[in-house]
């Protein structure tokens, strides 16, 4: 049975380095990758564009792209978006035997131990980390940021292609080849001030956010061509 990796996010809006991990996951490990928005993130302030505007960039991003695509599993429920909830509700979904992985970047893991019921995630799924060029996620990397984590994650290491063969409980970290300079926050800064912003995107997400002038899109002039 084929993983399902689920990469959850805001995507305020959804960038190439958003892409990037979400076809590095997938190819990687042979995976289904779902993108989950999130509703109501509960360790950042409220988004910037409503749920409905950000499904859709998601599905013009993932667009075309076999293996991805987008599950709004937690913007139809109410309640903040905890990952140990949704990931419950995915196994109930998926049942017991089916491979879930939560995908998570390199600082989310270090912060993992903040998270709501963190420890219970691997009762429903694996987490595999994404780590970014320059931020190793080895033991000795872990221990020494996050004590805490690595202790709970320390036993549970394997191979990233040993998280399909078991349903959940594994923890495994996939090196990105290359480091990606998009930001969502970066990008949203550049549309409200007039900087240079749509190449961060993917151009059907460009396009889409001039069409809703999302963003503060059009308040000041864009650089010209």
């Known amino acids: 049975m084929s993983l399902l990796a689920c990469y959850g996010g805001s995507f305020d809006p959804v960038h190439l380095g958003h892409l990037a991990?979400?076809?590095?996951v997938r190819d990687a490990l042979d995976a289904e990758v779902a993108l989950v928005p999130a509703a109501d993130p509960p360790h950042k302030d409220a988004t910037h564009a409503d749920a409905g505007d950000r499904v859709r960039m998601?599905?013009?991003?993932?667009?075309?792209?076999t293996g991805l695509h987008v599950d709004t599993l937690e913007l139809d429920r109410e309640g903040p978006s905890y990952t140990v909830d949704t990931l419950r509700l995915l196994r109930a979904r998926q049942g017991p035997h089916r491979p879930i992985a939560w995908v998570v970047g390199g600082d989310s893991l270090?912060?993992?131990d903040r998270w709501h019921r963190w420890r219970e995630i691997f009762a429903h799924g694996h987490v595999l980390a994404v780590a970014r060029p320059g931020s190793?996620?080895?033991?000795?990397?872990?221990a020494e940021r996050a004590p805490?984590?690595?202790?709970q994650v320390g036993f549970r290491r394997r191979p990233?292609?040993?998280?399909a063969d078991s349903p959940a409980g594994?923890?495994?970290v996939l090196d990105l080849p290359e480091l990606r300079p998009e930001s969502s926050t970066e990008v949203r800064q550049r549309i409200a001030t007039g900087g240079d912003w749509a190449a961060m995107l993917p151009p059907a997400v460009a396009g889409f956010i001039r069409e809703r002038r999302l963003y503060g899109y059009g308040a000041a002039p864009?650089?010209?061509l």
């Open 58 to 65: 998601l599905e013009l991003a993932a667009g075309g792209e």
């Open 160 to 163: 990233t292609a040993a998280l």
């Open 21 to 24: 991990v979400a076809l590095a």
């Open 110 to 112: 270090l912060q993992l």
């Open 136 to 142: 190793p996620l080895g033991i000795d990397d872990v």
């Open 222 to 224: 864009e650089p010209s």
């Open 170 to 172: 594994g923890f495994a």
């Open 148 to 151: 805490a984590v690595e202790r």
